[in-house]
């Protein structure tokens, strides 16, 4: 009982930066049905972060099928690792050198959605703004001294603060409106990566319960039948 105590009390820390802790999240509402935007997704994370991150519990094939990307595409679009169309989803960078460039090594972000939830992903790729004080130009509202360079700032621009703590970017591709679906997007693969058989479940879930509903009724009319002479 000691120990189930402590390790309770461990994991409090760790729920709360999971959750963003004191920082604002903005809502991701991101739609699993919408498979254009998951599609956009894959290609925006396999271009802009699949350098150094990977999502190594996936598979091209697997992802290309849920998606309904074909194989000669996503072999030609989302594969820069000369990895084979059954083979993990695993990024170039070597380990040890990626640790030496960014003071870590990168985490695999399979599972990131679900360990930190959608919106923190969203927020966070929303929340990089200038700092000449950090190695990269950058710093993070939703991960404060982060590591690693903003990636999405072709896209986005140059991210700053204004006088009411708001970010405003300016010199990127598109507009403020543009980038918010660009993180949409990739938030969105990121929410399937963690689990791929979400719809699937949810929707077994209801046939679950009809057939519990239904169970119920025809326990309930044996029950009056057998019990009838008693009572």
């Not at 820390?13 to 991101?30: D, R, T």
């Not at 938030?187 to 239904?214: C, H, N």
Request: charged share 20%.
């Amino acid at each position: 009982m000691k120990k189930l105590l402590i390790a309770l009390v461990a994991m409090v820390p760790a729920l709360a930066f999971a959750s963003g802790g004191n920082v604002h999240l903005e809502k991701a509402n991101v739609d699993l049905h919408d498979t254009e935007s998951l599609q956009r997704g894959l290609n925006l994370f396999q271009h802009y972060c699949s350098g150094c991150h990977s999502t190594q519990y996936q598979r091209y094939e697997r992802v290309a099928t849920d998606l309904g990307v074909s194989l000669d595409d996503m072999r030609a679009n989302n594969i820069f690792t000369g990895a084979k169309i059954g083979e993990l989803m695993e990024n170039a960078i070597p380990a040890k050198d990626a640790a030496k460039w960014f003071g870590a090594t990168p985490p695999d972000l399979t599972l990131v959605a679900r360990v930190r939830g959608e919106d923190w992903v969203y927020s966070y790729l929303k929340g990089f703004y200038k700092d000449p004080s950090r190695p990269f130009g950058v710093n993070n509202t939703v991960f404060p001294s982060v590591g690693m360079p903003h990636v999405l700032q072709e896209l986005q621009g140059t991210p700053v603060k204004n006088e009411h703590g708001e970010t405003v970017a300016s010199g990127g591709k598109l507009n403020a409106e543009e980038y918010d679906q660009v993180a949409k997007d990739i938030t969105g693969f990121l929410v399937y990566s963690a689990e791929p058989v979400k719809l699937e479940r949810q929707a077994l879930g209801w046939w679950v319960m009809g057939f519990l509903f239904i169970f119920f009724i025809i326990a309930y009319l044996l029950k009056k039948e057998y019990w009838k002479d008693v009572h």
